[in-house]
């Protein structure tokens, strides 16, 4: 299958002089700067971020082995480390200590998107201490103890940086242990434990991923899922939270530039970028989601998973249409309750937030923001244009499950009390017509499952020849409708005007056109 | 068949016999025509045509087979009661916000989806129609048949003693009031025998012979039809019984549900306090507070006979032409009679006012379309 891979390096990576003899790459996870330091920087210094259309060159003068660079945010000050003990601000500036904490630290790590830092304490190093910078302040969070696999005795340092990794979940932060068994206890292999660390409160251990394989593993995040790169097998799997579903072995595509795929050169950052110093590539983690329809058989799990990923609008939309032609229609029914669930609470975020703006700011507190549309809500425009639309002119499926079908997505609107667009009702109208299932479209519109309204009630006239209750049902709905005194008179034109298939409805003493859809004319008149 | 005029004696001085003296009147021709179509309807529904009689037989075969039926069908019936709902034939919609409406869809097409063999469902609440799959006029006959035949003869499972079989069927784990009122009255005997009622409707070409279940949990009941070629299993029954019992069960729960709800809602103004019958030609759709339920052996109306009489009279005018009309009677003592005709639609009134004229009568008539058929065109 050609579309196995639902991982996949970005097309365009960040380009950089690779690492050799002369040449010195370093990358700053904070602003995802990659800084090539020639010379010690005498020859120059390129810094290349993930944004930068053209890259910022300087020279600096060769003071001895660059530990570390980084700049600011913004370009604006750059650090240089050259010993162990110091740091040197090329620019004169003055230099405030804001807070100092003495602790026994082994390592550290730093999560830039949350601005947390996490410090290994204890002989053994499982002790994690997080620090919270907000505001110009540093906050201690309550320490949490990572399970480690084996008890050493004596105690040694079991816990190393590179078997954690902090990463922000559907925008929680979790700190992930790739926590490896040892090969005499009987174990099914590796495991990614995941440590969910709120703001406020105590860590706690959440999710555990269960690898089944061993040996060298890297973490990355996309889209909110956990991407586990196994070296040996040069293999990704992915695991989204919350639940997770097997993980599945997928290769990543090949990218357009040759380089060695899974080498040990590589350097896995967080959450999404993959660095190869010994090529000079930076590149991001992608998640191509088609594919990923194949990996869960319950459709129901796999709009969950969909739903909960970046751009799912066109692949949720493909499996909708996919599994009218071989799905059952409880599982229709399933997925069209999944994707309405998400439009309602969209739907009302909506409206809350448009009955507060229009109350004013007299209510004081926060401003609302104006709730963020994403992908994932598939409205009925939506769904009409690119599944129902096509799909009520297949010729291969019964009449009777298309009908079935498009009630189904009726019935979980109005589960979730969604109003249904006209244009749904017209949809059921015209398959009933076209396949002669006058008795059936009577009693829909007799239980008034096809909503009232004025185009409608105008559709329904124009079947009047063809299916003479019509009338009576049309006169019928204008009654309900919004004019009800112009009955009366309406009826009368209905009489006296041609039978050809009025385009223009003729209501009252005014002329109020409502346009009949064309292919609905071609309907009636074929129908003659 | 035959129906005799009524008579009456009367006395002579001279000695001579009684002379007698038929009243032609009492009786209303449309009535009893309707009767009679009814009647033939009803053996067709279950015999087929008398042609395909002769076909298969000869005259032989069909007068056998008019015996047979007849032989037990007129004893059903009560010509004294016959009235003007026997010349409409309607049936008798069950109420439904469109919610619940929309679930019974579903729970039909999931059926049908699942039980391919299923060619037609109709789907009954109370007696009441709520969704058909048949053409009009055979649901018409059927309809006929199952609220004045089948469903008064079974009793609700919940009144059974303890050790009848007609308690509650526990399929697995769920626990369904799902049973058979045609076909198996107890699957759990494998060796009990049993056969589907075979009725006859029509199809493109003639009509077509169909299986008739009729699979009942609490008030609600759903008709299932499967072309007669097939054979039906018990294996086919246990699999419809343990698919549709539960789903049905919920389904009538949570009807009954809805129903209760609405009749809060709509309050005791929506209570009848009008005499009235309405029907539709266009879907046969009827209503009578009139008339108490109607069963095989009883039929009780809440008006005078002579009353009945007078709506027949009017239906029979209504009849003669296209157009919409109105009459207005006034009838014994201080009833009222009203009748009205708009489009395909038929309305008869029965007003007990005193000192009441003809635009107060209107006036009432009025209110009455206006509250309990607010959602009807009615042309004034």
């Known amino acids: 299958m050609a579309e196995e891979h639902y991982l996949e390096l970005s097309e365009n990576p960040v380009q950089f002089e690779h690492a050799s003899s002369v040449n010195n790459v370093f990358f700053d996870e904070a602003n995802k700067q990659v800084f090539a330091v020639r010379s010690g920087g005498a020859t120059g210094v390129v810094v290349k971020g993930p944004d930068d259309k053209c890259s910022v060159a300087f020279r600096m003068d060769d003071k001895g082995e660059v530990k570390c660079i980084k700049f600011s945010i913004g370009n604006k000050i750059l650090a240089v480390q050259r010993t162990l003990k110091s740091v040197v601000f090329p620019d004169k500036r003055s230099l405030k200590l804001l807070k100092s904490q003495s602790i026994n630290v082994n390592w550290y790590q730093y999560c830039p998107e949350t601005a947390v830092i996490l410090l290994s304490t204890t002989v053994q190093g499982n002790v994690l201490q997080p620090f919270a910078f907000r505001n110009g302040t540093m906050t201690k969070m309550s320490k949490f103890e990572i399970e480690l696999p084996v008890i050493p005795k004596p105690a040694k340092l079991s816990l190393s940086e590179r078997d954690i990794a902090m990463a922000t979940i559907y925008g929680q932060l979790y700190v992930m242990y790739l926590k490896h068994h040892s090969r005499t206890v009987n174990s099914p292999g590796a495991e990614v434990v995941l440590y969910h660390l709120p703001r406020d409160g105590t860590c706690k251990k959440s999710h555990v991923l269960k690898l089944n394989m061993t040996g060298k593993f890297a973490l990355n995040i996309v889209d909110n899922l956990v991407v586990v790169h196994h070296q040996s097998s040069q293999v990704s799997g992915s695991e989204p939270e919350p639940g997770p579903f097997s993980g599945p072995a997928a290769v990543p595509t090949q990218p357009p530039v040759p380089c060695q795929l899974y080498s040990s050169s590589w350097s896995v950052f967080q959450p999404d970028i993959i660095i190869s110093a010994s090529e000079g590539y930076l590149w991001y983690l992608q998640v191509k989601l088609p594919p990923t329809v194949h990996l869960l058989q319950d459709k129901g799990k796999l709009m969950d998973f969909l739903l909960r990923r970046r751009d799912c609008k066109m692949v949720i939309l493909s499996v909708c249409s996919q599994s009218q032609e071989k799905a059952s229609l409880p599982v229709v029914a399933t997925v069209f309750d999944k994707l309405n669930q998400v439009y309602k609470e969209y739907l009302e975020a909506e409206q809350s937030y448009a009955a507060a703006t229009e109350s004013g700011t007299s209510r004081g507190g926060a401003a609302q923001k104006r709730p963020v549309r994403t992908q994932a809500v598939i409205d009925q425009s939506d769904m009409y244009t690119h599944v129902l639309s096509s799909f009520t002119e297949r010729k291969d499926v019964t009449h009777k499950f298309i009908i079935a079908v498009v009630m189904e997505y009726i019935r979980s609107l109005n589960q979730y009390q969604i109003t249904v667009q006209h244009y749904l009702y017209e949809l059921v109208i015209k398959t009933l017509v076209q396949n002669n299932l006058f008795y059936m479209l009577h009693q829909f519109l007799q239980y008034h499952v096809l909503s009232d309204s004025k185009p409608l009630a105008c559709l329904l006239l124009s079947l009047e020849s063809t299916y003479p209750p019509a009338h009576q049902l049309s006169l019928d709905m204008l009654k309900v409708g919004p004019e009800p005194d112009r009955v009366g008179r309406y009826s009368h034109a209905v009489n006296r005007s041609s039978r050809e298939a009025p385009l223009n409805c003729h209501l009252g003493n005014t002329t109020e056109k409502i346009a009949i859809p064309d292919d609905f004319n071609k309907v009636s008149r074929t129908l003659r | ?380």
Not at chain 2, 36 to 61: D, H, I, P, W
Not at chain 2, 259 to 279: A, H, L, M, V, W
């Open chain 2, 1 to 380: 068949m035959v129906v005799r005029n009524p008579m009456i004696e009367k006395p002579n001085k001279d000695g001579k016999p009684p002379a007698i003296e038929y009243q032609e009147e009492e009786i209303l021709d449309t009535v009893y025509g309707a009767v009679v179509r009814q009647c033939y309807s009803m053996y067709k529904l279950f015999n087929g045509t008398f042609g395909r009689a002769m076909e298969a037989g000869g005259v032989e075969l069909l007068i056998q087979k008019l015996e047979k039926f007849f032989y037990r069908y007129l004893q059903t019936l009560h010509l004294q009661s016959c009235d003007l709902l026997d010349v409409f034939g309607g049936i008798s919609f069950f109420p439904l916000d469109k919610m619940t409406y929309l679930k019974i869809q579903s729970f039909v097409n999931r059926v049908e989806e699942s039980l391919s063999l299923i060619k037609y469902t109709a789907f009954l609440y109370n007696d009441q129609l709520i969704w058909s799959g048949l053409e009009q006029d055979d649901m018409r006959i059927l309809y006929k048949y199952l609220t004045t035949s089948l469903f008064p003869r079974h009793s609700e499972p919940e009144l059974a003693g303890r050790d009848s079989p007609l308690r509650p069927e526990v399929t697995g784990n769920l626990l369904h009031y799902g049973r058979f009122l045609t076909g198996p009255t107890n699957l759990k005997d494998p060796e009990a025998k049993f056969r589907f009622p075979k009725i006859f409707v029509s199809a493109e070409e003639g009509y077509e012979e169909l299986h008739l279940i009729v699979y009942k949990a609490m008030s609600a009941a759903a008709c299932f039809m499967i072309s007669a070629t097939v054979e039906l299993t018990r294996e086919f029954c246990e699999q419809l019984d343990s698919l549709v019992g539960p789903q049905l069960t919920l389904l009538a729960s949570d009807i009954c549900e809805q129903f209760t709800i609405n009749r809060r809602i709509s309050g005791p103004e929506k209570e009848p306090q009008f005499k009235f019958i309405y029907f539709n030609h266009m879907n046969l759709a009827e209503k009578s507070t009139i008339h108490m339920r109607k069963t095989a052996s009883v039929c009780l109306t809440s008006v005078h006979p002579d009353l009945m009489k007078i709506l027949g009279d009017i239906n029979c005018d209504f009849a003669r032409f296209d157009e919409d009309e109105e009459i207005i009677v006034k009838a014994m003592t201080d009833y009222w009679v009203v009748g009205k005709k708009s489009d395909q639609r038929e309305l008869y009134v029965i007003l007990n006012q005193k000192n009441a004229n003809l635009i107060l009568v209107n006036e009432e008539v009025k209110r009455l379309c206006a509250t309990q058929f607010n959602n009807i065109f009615f042309l004034d």
